[in-house]
């Protein structure tokens, strides 16, 4: 069974509030970045899998987003596959 590489980026909502992208900004200008107007912050989980196809790691990495890697209620996500 061949190896993937699934990359899971998650984000707050375009609606929801990102306190932490809001202290990045006002740090970047402190610092001189003063062309900076906004932040948003996420994280991103690599998740290294075995899978019949990339079709079916892709099914299997956005389950696991859906179920646990991100809250639907605040957060989206987009995932990534990568044949390793």
């Known amino acids: 069974m061949p190896d993937f590489l699934a990359r ?3 984000r ?3 609606t929801v509030n990102d306190p932490q992208g809001n202290t990045v900004a006002q740090a970047l200008g402190s ?3 003063d062309e900076v107007d906004s932040v948003r912050v996420g994280k991103l989980i690599e998740v290294k899998l075995s899978a019949d ?3 079916a790691a892709r099914d299997q990495a ?3 987003g859906k179920q646990l890697l991100a809250n639907p ?3 989206q996500f ?3 596959i ?3």
Do not use: D, Y
Request: charged share 30%.
């Open 8 to 10: 899971v980026e998650v």
């Open 12 to 14: 707050l909502k375009p």
């Open 31 to 33: 610092l001189g970045f």
């Open 53 to 55: 196809s990339e079709r």
């Open 62 to 64: 956005t389950e696991m």
């Open 73 to 75: 209620v605040i957060e």
């Open 78 to 80: 987009n995932v990534q």
């Open 82 to 84: 990568e044949a390793v």
